[in-house]
């Protein structure tokens, strides 16, 4: 069965740095795209970065450019999400979500999804 | 704002179908055969129902179908059932500066 578990979220302040971690299992980690996107409360999803399965592609959302750093070690069958100089609009539950199909280096269609973890940005 | 546009709600009685809207433009839904559409129930995670505009994952009920046409896909839903009411998200690839682009979401109730 596949399981993707987040963790690392919590309340932070404006300015400051998180670091976001999904933990996978039931599936052969180091095959697959792997994704993080994000709700808002009340809102809808937002695709948030990309990472392919050896690393060797990375794709951010123009929101967050600059400041999040996607990551994986798939020694370990985990994602990472390095969050730096978080804003107010950065609040939001994180999804950790799989690509669809095994080997495909872009950012598509999202077939498993964590339980999300809650980032909270505020002073 | 949204990239894509969906309506913010849609209702429908038990056993009718209903379709859900998803508008892009050339850039996105016009140019990709990779809409996907997904169900997200109050405090969960979204839930995969369509891919590549209308295949279904395996162990989503056949009552779900998608289409395309233009630059606007569609989520039909037939013989409406209780446990449909939920949040619907559409989503495209978005080529190679965007990437991955959501709709808004619509909230369908079953009256």
């Known amino acids: 069965e596949v399981q993707l578990v987040e963790s690392g979220g919590g309340l932070v302040k404006p300015g400051g740095s998180l670091r976001l971690s999904c933990a996978a299992s039931?599936?052969?980690?180091?095959?697959?795209?792997m994704n993080w996107v994000r709700q808002a409360p009340g809102k809808g999803l937002e695709w948030v970065s990309s990472i392919s399965s050896s690393s060797s592609y990375i794709y951010y959302a123009d929101s967050v450019k600059g400041r999040f750093t996607i990551s994986r070690d798939n020694a370990k069958n985990s994602l990472y999400l390095q969050m730096n100089s978080l804003r107010a609009e950065d609040t939001a539950v994180y999804y950790c979500?799989?690509?669809?199909?095994?080997?495909?280096?872009?950012?598509?269609?999202?077939?498993?999804w964590g339980q999300g973890t809650l980032v909270t940005v505020s002073s | 704002q949204s990239a894509l546009t969906q309506p913010a709600s849609v209702s429908g009685s038990p056993g009718q179908s209903i379709t859900i809207s998803c508008t892009g433009t050339?850039?996105?839904?016009?140019?990709?055969?990779?809409v996907s559409w997904y169900q997200q129930h109050p405090g969960k995670a979204p839930k995969l129902m369509i891919y590549e505009g209308s295949k279904r994952p395996s162990g989503v009920s056949n009552r779900f179908s998608g289409s395309k046409s233009g630059n606007t896909a569609s989520l039909t839903i037939s013989g409406l059932q209780a446990e449909d009411e939920a949040d619907y998200y559409c989503c495209s690839y978005a080529g190679s500066s965007t990437y991955v682009v959501f709709g808004g979401g619509t909230k369908l109730t079953v009256l």
């Open positions: 039931g599936f052969t980690f180091s095959s697959y795209s």
């Open positions: 979500a799989r690509d669809l199909a095994e080997g495909w280096e872009l950012p598509s269609t999202f077939d498993y």
């Open positions: 050339s850039s996105d839904v016009g140019s990709y055969n990779l």
